[in-house]
């Protein structure tokens, strides 16, 4: 196991978002990102970081005693070690899941990870990076976010949920920008449009300070 991979940050804490929401959980965050969304909450992650070997990511891992593993980013894949990494993780016996952009290939993450794909929505700003061929190679327990920073990425997100029958082939995740939309009417919309999807907001930011890091 030589595989050595740029990391910002490893820490345990409560899964702020997807449908494990509320569970305790290990993050795994690598560093680095070619995309730069307008709403990104995570700048820190996109340069430096510590190079670490794959067995030192692993015994800092195991070192929480959590069977939950999410490893995020930046972007994960932009660095190729991840895919060891990922099947490592599910080796040791873990429950892993991978946030990733949709900005690159997903079809050879190990099939017993759990993805949660971003599809960016123009309020991004990166849309133009979508790689739509990933949906193909989503399953059941797989998911798919839309971060939305107004009404206008609403009405495209609801729009491509229906094109896609996003509904039929995986979890869906609407989740607003912190602060940036008001929450019954977004909610209040969703029921009327009987939209197949899961709204949810960022739950570490609700209990710890939406600036710190580490949780």
């Given at each position: 196991?030589?595989?050595?991979?740029?990391?910002?940050?490893?820490?345990?804490?409560?899964?702020?978002?997807?449908?494990?929401?509320?569970?305790?959980c290990?993050f795994?965050?690598?560093?680095?990102?070619?995309?730069?969304?307008?709403?990104?909450?995570?700048?820190?992650a996109?340069?430096?970081?510590?190079?670490m070997?794959?067995?030192t990511?692993?015994d800092?891992?195991?070192?929480?005693?959590?069977?939950?593993?999410?490893?995020?980013?930046?972007?994960?894949?932009?660095?190729?070690?991840?895919?060891?990494?990922?099947?490592k993780?599910?080796?040791?016996?873990?429950?892993?899941?991978?946030?990733t952009?949709g900005s690159f290939d997903?079809?050879?993450i190990?099939?017993?990870?759990s993805?949660?794909?971003?599809?960016?929505?123009?309020?991004s700003?990166?849309?133009?990076?979508?790689r739509?061929g990933?949906?193909?190679?989503?399953?059941?327990?797989?998911?798919?976010?839309?971060?939305?920073?107004?009404?206008?990425?609403?009405?495209?997100?609801?729009d491509?949920?229906?094109?896609?029958?996003l509904?039929?082939?995986?979890?869906?995740l609407?989740?607003?920008?912190?602060?940036?939309?008001d929450?019954q009417?977004?909610?209040?919309?969703?029921?009327?449009?009987?939209l197949?999807?899961r709204m949810?907001?960022q739950l570490?930011?609700?209990?710890?300070?939406?600036?710190?890091?580490?949780?």
């Open positions: 196991m030589s595989t050595t991979l740029q990391i910002t940050e490893i820490f345990h804490s409560i899964q702020g978002e997807s449908t494990r929401v509320g569970q305790p290990v795994v965050r690598l560093t680095g990102c070619p995309l730069r969304c307008t709403w990104c909450d995570t700048e820190y996109f340069h430096g970081g510590e190079t070997p794959l067995e990511i692993l800092r891992v195991q070192s929480y005693g959590c069977s939950l593993v999410e490893v995020t980013g930046g972007e994960p894949l932009h660095q190729p070690g991840a895919l060891v990494l990922l099947q993780l599910c080796d040791t016996g873990y429950q892993v899941m991978i946030e952009s997903i079809s050879a190990d099939p017993r990870v993805i949660i794909m971003d599809v960016k929505c123009p309020g700003g990166m849309t133009d990076r979508m739509w990933n949906i193909e190679h989503l399953s059941l327990k797989d998911e798919v976010k839309f971060v939305l920073k107004d009404q206008a990425d609403y009405e495209w997100a609801a491509i949920v229906k094109h896609y029958r509904g039929e082939r995986c979890a869906v609407f989740s607003p920008v912190f602060g940036s939309l929450l009417p977004l909610a209040e919309q969703i029921l009327s449009d009987r197949p999807v949810q907001v570490h930011k609700l209990i710890w300070d939406p600036e710190t890091r580490g949780v």
